[in-house]
């Protein structure tokens, strides 16, 4: 009954239970200490530590229950008095003292302590290179592995490999990792190596393979994958996770359809990489065929369509999740919420920022979509009161949302001030940032602004322009009529120049009538998209505006050689009720 109570912390039962007790033995005393010793926090470790001193006889479980408990507790000085007090120690109470200082990253200590144990067993060993790993003293931990490992200890020293090949490969340092794996001995006859323990185990193959799959080698992970004698589930599923990861998914396709039976994780990742590479139809049927769908499936599928913009897909799939009942979470509405903000739907935005409040609490990812679907659908003002909310859970994805959205609906000064009071709050920008200022310099005509913000892009921020920065430029240097500047930054920019960048040369000459850097523009136009009507059109009515109609004609007859046909204007009138 006791040790009922003790397994499910009811430590007051077990108390009443055990004071009335007619006689205890020590296993009884032990069991009531190891009990309040496993409770969390100081007053439970000190009722223990009152038991222990009421005992009336201790045995080593007595004393290395205390000490770890205490070095659970980072209180290593009680533990070390405590240590020192035992009138007979053993590999347990010494295993305790190391593992507690390297609990609470003493490790000089602890080697020092492992070094002078009388013996060791071969949890000792296991236990000190865990404990150097978390420590991030990787090589220290290999060294003395290598130095003081014995074959002997069988399973233990083989899961020790196996702790230093892990950590090896999580930091990327393959070669280690493969140096180590190879020191464990291959059992290549089947079984014939007797009762021998020391050779690699199926975690030994699972890590090395993760460790290739890690740094995206899954040649060499799939070299060793072939060599096992058996797979286990983490074995298959580590694989084709690797070959996902790389985009390789007819590799990944063969060993899914190889595997004797996969389970939920593998369906999902064949569902994510098909979704991942754009390959969404074949994303859908594994879907419609995956016999136990959760939550991550639906998710998967959903996300796939979104990124590749198949909103109809996604809001139909949504639709049908919540046909079937089943419960989205915040990465389903995360994800919903995209759809909405690129279909510019605003309807479909509230609806799920409503599910979304009674779902769970929108956290500061959520928030900066919320305030990204608000600012493109144009609701400013609702964008505004969720930026105000965050107040200081706000990172540079929420300042660049809002600035954004101030930006792109013609509220310039707002974007500009936002971005004022951002870099007072110390808050980094990023080139996305510097595109809606530039564009809100644009907007508005701050010439000297815009110019301004690029240098301190560069200069102050150290961040390289984009294609973008410089079409922002260009247009705001065009608007002001300055075209021979405007010009002059194309010619210089570092990469080639983009329809953005020639349009915006192209608008300014239309608005101040220059007719000769307008044919250049809309030449290079004509050159990047030589299907649309746009420049010829807009160059044709230039020249007829200037009455340079022989040039017009040249302009029509071109762009009828060429097949471009003029793309039909619509308008709307509203009929009288």
């Known amino acids: 009954m006791?040790?009922?109570?003790?397994?499910?912390?009811?430590?007051?039962?077990?108390?009443?239970l055990f004071d009335g007790m007619p006689e205890r033995d020590v296993t009884s005393w032990n069991l009531m200490v190891s009990g309040y010793i496993a409770c969390r926090g100081s007053g439970f470790i000190e009722e223990g530590r009152k038991l222990f001193e009421q005992m009336p006889e201790r045995d080593c479980i007595s004393w290395n229950t205390m000490i770890s408990g205490y070095a659970k507790s980072g209180r290593m000085d009680e533990a070390l008095w405590l240590f020192n007090c035992?009138?007979?120690?053993?590999?347990?109470?010494?295993?305790a003292m190391v593992t507690g200082f390297l609990r609470n990253g003493d490790v000089e200590r602890a080697v020092e302590f492992f070094k002078e144990m009388p013996e060791r067993d071969s949890a000792s060993l296991s236990g000190l290179v865990a404990g150097l790993i978390h420590n991030d003293k990787l090589d220290e931990a290999a060294r003395i592995f290598l130095e003081l490992g014995s074959p002997d200890g069988g399973e233990d020293i083989v899961n020790a490999y196996n702790t230093l090949i892990a950590g090896y490969g999580q930091r990327g340092r393959i070669d280690d990792a493969r140096y180590l794996f190879d020191l464990i001995p291959f059992d290549n006859e089947g079984?014939?190596?007797?009762?021998?323990?020391?050779?690699?185990?199926?975690?030994?193959?699972?890590?090395?393979?993760?460790?290739?799959?890690?740094?995206?080698?899954?040649?060499?992970?799939?070299?060793?994958?072939?060599?096992?004698?058996?797979?286990?589930?983490?074995?298959?599923?580590?694989?084709?996770?690797?070959?996902?990861?790389?985009?390789?998914?007819?590799?990944?396709?063969?060993?899914?359809?190889?595997?004797p039976n996969p389970d939920t994780f593998t369906w999902n990742t064949m569902i994510s990489g098909?979704?991942?590479?754009?390959?969404?139809?074949?994303?859908?049927?594994?879907?419609?065929?995956?016999?136990?769908?959760?939550?991550?499936?639906?998710?998967?599928?959903?996300?796939g369509y979104e990124k590749n913009e198949d909103y109809k897909g996604a809001v139909g799939l949504f639709i049908q999740m919540l046909t079937n009942g089943e419960k989205p979470d915040r990465h389903t509405l995360s994800s919903i919420l995209a759809v909405a903000t690129g279909l510019v739907d605003l309807s479909l935005g509230l609806q799920i920022h409503q599910l979304l409040t009674k779902i769970a609490k929108p956290d500061v990812p959520l928030n900066n979509s919320l305030i990204t679907m608000y600012s493109r659908c144009g609701a400013i003002v609702e964008a505004q009161t969720i930026f105000d909310k965050v107040k200081l859970r706000k990172n540079v994805i929420t300042w660049n949302a809002m600035?954004?959205?101030?930006?792109?609906?013609?509220?310039?000064?707002?974007?500009?001030?936002?971005?004022?009071?951002?870099?007072?709050?110390?808050?980094?920008?990023?080139?996305?940032?510097?595109?809606?200022?530039?564009?809100?310099?644009?907007?508005?005509?701050?010439?000297?602004?815009?110019?301004?913000?690029?240098?301190?892009?560069?200069?102050?921020?150290?961040i390289a322009p984009t294609v973008e920065h410089f079409a922002s430029l260009v247009d705001i240097v065009g608007r002001h009529g300055q075209l021979s500047e405007a010009f002059d930054i194309i010619k210089d920019m570092p990469m080639k120049p983009d329809k953005a960048v020639w349009g915006a040369l192209l608008g300014a000459c239309r608005v101040h009538n220059n007719v000769e850097l307008a044919r250049v523009a809309a030449e290079a136009l004509m050159q990047l998209d030589p299907e649309s009507s746009a420049p010829y059109i807009l160059l044709y009515n230039m020249y007829a505006d200037a009455g340079c109609w022989d040039d017009a004609n040249k302009v029509r007859m071109i762009m009828e050689s060429n097949a471009i046909k003029k793309h039909k204007g619509y308008s709307r009138v509203e009929s009288p009720q």
Request: glycine fraction near 8%; charge should be positive.
């Open 274 to 303: 098909y979704a991942e590479t754009g390959n969404l139809e074949l994303a859908r049927d594994l879907f419609e065929k995956m016999p136990q769908k959760n939550l991550v499936s639906w998710n998967s599928v959903i996300a």
């Open 86 to 95: 035992m009138p007979e120690r053993n590999v347990i109470s010494w295993n």
């Open 2 to 16: 006791i040790t009922g109570y003790v397994k499910r912390g009811e430590m007051t039962k077990a108390r009443e």
């Open 403 to 462: 600035i954004g959205g101030y930006a792109s609906h013609g509220f310039a000064a707002e974007a500009l001030e936002l971005f004022k009071l951002m870099k007072r709050f110390e808050v980094r920008p990023t080139y996305i940032t510097f595109i809606s200022v530039l564009s809100a310099c644009a907007h508005v005509g701050l010439v000297e602004d815009g110019r301004r913000h690029f240098l301190s892009m560069v200069t102050e921020y150290g």
């Open 191 to 259: 079984g014939k190596c007797g009762a021998r323990t020391f050779v690699r185990n199926v975690v030994s193959w699972n890590t090395m393979i993760m460790s290739y799959v890690k740094v995206g080698n899954t040649v060499a992970a799939r070299e060793l994958f072939d060599q096992m004698k058996e797979h286990d589930m983490f074995s298959w599923n580590t694989m084709i996770s690797g070959y996902v990861h790389v985009s390789k998914m007819e590799e990944a396709s063969k060993l899914f359809q190889d595997m």
